[in-house]
């Protein structure tokens, strides 16, 4: 085997391993956010420690990412698709990380409402949860796959997001207002709310990285979207 193709061989494969990190933080990020809110509506919190417990694992992954990519650029001095590979790849690791601090912050107010009585208002979290399960899902799709129209349709769909989470706020408001002597849960439902919310926005995030990664475009603070998407 030539030098060259040595080389190379080791390239591919330092790429490989840096995408094969990338699923496990994603992998791990998902489920810590299905067990924040199944710790919430089904009232387990040995599931919210469980979350808490393994973040340690998701922020570890975000460094060996950064240090991995850092190498390859140093040592193999990759260009165009590859050079945004790796970078996207970089970028990319801090949202999960962030998305992974949310589930934390979830998780440690479900464990705390978890104390008191059953709150029936825990439930209407649910459905913003589950968009913003979708949203962080499909937005790892879309990354991975190099799909653009994924990414855009994540992107619009944030709207969405934003909507539910307000009216939920509203909910939660009218609630304190009519029964004060829950208002710490409330609250904490208020929270937890922000926190999904917050949660679709990394996901967008996550979208103008695969849109980048594909197009050589960024789309981020009112680019131009690929003229294929434009029009």
């Known amino acids: 085997m030539s030098s060259e193709s040595h080389i190379l061989n080791n390239f591919q494969s330092s790429i490989e391993d840096l995408e094969v990190d990338l699923q496990k933080m994603t992998e ?15 009232r387990d919190s040995a599931a919210c420690s469980s979350v808490i417990a393994s973040d340690e694992e998701i922020n570890e992954l975000e460094k060996d990412i950064d ?7 140093m040592l193999y001095q990759p260009v165009a698709s590859d050079l945004r590979l ?23 107010r479900a464990r705390k409402m978890n104390k008191n009585p059953e709150c029936p208002e825990s439930s209407l979290t ?3 949860h589950d968009l913003a399960l979708s ?21 619009k769909k944030d709207k969405d997001l934003n909507l539910i989470c307000k009216e939920l706020a509203k909910k939660l408001t009218k609630k304190m207002e009519s029964d004060a002597s829950r208002i710490k849960d409330y609250l904490d439902l208020h929270y937890i709310a922000r926190s999904l919310e917050r949660i679709g926005d990394y996901s967008k995030n996550i979208c103008e990285d ?10 981020r603070h009112g680019g131009e979207l690929p003229e294929s998407e434009n029009s």
Do not use: C, H
Not at 67 to 73: F, L, N, T, V
């Open 67 to 73: 240090q991995k990519g850092i190498r390859i650029i």
């Open 210 to 219: 695969a849109i980048f990664l594909e197009s050589a475009v960024d789309i």
């Open 126 to 128: 649910q459905p913003l």
């Open 135 to 155: 949203q962080l899902e499909n937005a790892y799709l879309a990354f991975k796959n190099r799909d653009v129209n994924l990414a855009l349709e994540v992107k």
């Open 28 to 42: 791990l990020t998902i489920n810590n956010l299905k067990a924040s809110i199944n710790g919430l509506i089904q």
């Open 86 to 108: 790796v970078t996207s790849i970089m970028k990319v690791s801090p949202n999960l990380e962030r998305i992974g601090d949310q589930s934390v912050g979830i998780a440690k």
